[in-house]
Nanobody, 120 residues
Framework: QVQLVESGGGLVQPGGSLRLSCAAS????????MGWYRQAPGKERELVAT???????NYADSVKGRFTISRDNAKNTVYLQMNSLKPEDTAVYYC??????????????WGQGTQVTVSS
């Protein structure tokens, strides 16, 4: 009844940029924290960045200064602007959100994932 749909992944050369988007839809009352995680082959899923409903952000050390997370509360959408991309940023990127449904219950939802490949 709630979906997160991601877009914006792809292949980019080292030093390039990509912008990921994740739109939430369905029976939403409100959205608390939203974030991005990533999982590289053979590795565990890791936090990339989070943003609270009020705009407070948190970043993994590995992406600080290169990635920027933002959100548009009117559109129920979270973005991840990725600059100065490195081959080690290659992973499947997952959107995450803590959403209060119209039944006033909070659940954590995940998107389907979008592949980001950084390679020359």
């Amino acid at each position: 009844q709630v979906q997160l749909v991601e877009s914006g992944g792809g292949l980019v050369q080292p030093g390039g940029s990509l912008r990921l988007s994740c739109a939430a839809s369905g029976k939403i009352f409100s959205i608390n924290d939203m974030g991005w995680y990533r999982q590289a082959p053979g590795k565990e899923r890791e936090l990339v960045a989070t943003i609270a409903s009020g705009g407070t952000t948190n970043y993994a050390d590995s992406v600080k200064g290169r990635f920027t997370i933002s959100r548009d509360n009117a559109k129920n959408t979270v973005y991840l602007q990725m600059n100065s991309l490195k081959p080690e940023d290659t992973a499947v990127y997952y959107c995450n959100a803590r959403i209060v449904t119209t039944r006033l219950r909070e659940y954590t939802y995940w998107g389907q994932g979008t592949q980001v490949t950084v390679s020359s």
